[in-house]
């Protein structure tokens, strides 16, 4: 088993629909949850930072983590054109800098 | 907003050949990173440094590899004999803290010949 997992799409919306992206995980030493935007041939953009379960809003942004089903999701309301790009997961335990990543969904929102 | 910025965007190099790639962090964070992505795969870990030491790295980060700070701005990764398997992209990240959201650069394009 991977471990983190996440589909890599790709996900075509159109424009103004709610977009659900997942990621699920096997090591429950896991407490820290991120969630990254890359753009084609630029870094990993930081979206959202959680910290163990709960969810986490920033404008048209949410996270959500569940711990006990080892599940986390970003939504993206409204979505425009500017938010088609790959969306990264990423994790890591307590005193460890290494971050575990997903392979990635590309989105896709067309006018 | 302070940024990670990354020299050179692209580096062509023999194979067998030295390179170092270079990194300047977000001024006040204390924690840097490398990372590497081969394309079409995930981004992986590659090692942490903090303190003028490495504080963690991966099984990828082998004696071909090392990192330094030479200065007080500049983080560098240099590779000591590239092989063709070395062809990634490879990022940069900073971090104030352990355990608090890392900021990446935009990345130096590796392609080994």
């Known amino acids: 088993q991977k471990e983190v997992e996440q589909d890599p799409g790709p996900l075509s919306v159109p424009e103004g629909a709610i977009v659900s992206l997942n990621c699920t995980y096997s090591?429950?030493?896991?407490?820290?949850f991120m969630w990254y935007r890359q753009y084609s041939r630029k870094g990993p953009e930081l979206l959202m930072y959680?910290?163990?379960?709960g969810n986490k809003e920033d404008g048209r942004f949410t996270a959500q983590v569940d711990k006990s089903s080892k599940y986390i999701s970003l939504f993206i309301r409204d979505s425009q054109p500017s938010d088609s790009a790959t969306y990264l997961c990423?994790?890591?335990?307590?005193?460890?800098?290494?971050?575990?990543f997903g392979t990635g969904t590309r989105l896709q929102v067309f006018p | 907003e302070p940024e990670v910025t990354q020299t050179p965007s692209h580096q062509v190099t023999q194979m067998g050949q030295e390179v170092i790639l270079r990194c300047v962090p977000i001024?006040?964070?204390?924690?840097f990173y490398w990372y590497r992505q081969i394309l079409g795969q995930k981004v992986e870990f590659l090692v942490s440094?903090?303190?003028?030491?490495?504080?963690?790295k991966s099984e990828i980060f082998d004696d071909q590899f090392s990192v330094e700070r030479p200065d007080g701005s500049n983080f560098t990764l240099k590779i000591r004999s590239t092989k063709l398997e070395d062809s990634a992209m490879y990022f940069c990240?900073?971090?104030?803290?352990?355990?608090?959201?890392?900021?990446f650069g935009d990345g130096t394009r590796l392609s080994i010949l």
């Open positions: 990240a900073s971090s104030p803290e352990v355990n608090q959201p890392q900021h």
């Open positions: 090591n429950s030493a896991f407490q820290y």
């Open positions: 959680t910290y163990s379960s």
């Open positions: 990423a994790m890591s335990a307590d005193n460890t800098d290494k971050l575990i």
């Open positions: 001024s006040n964070h204390l924690y």
């Open positions: 440094f903090y303190n003028n030491e490495i504080s963690e």
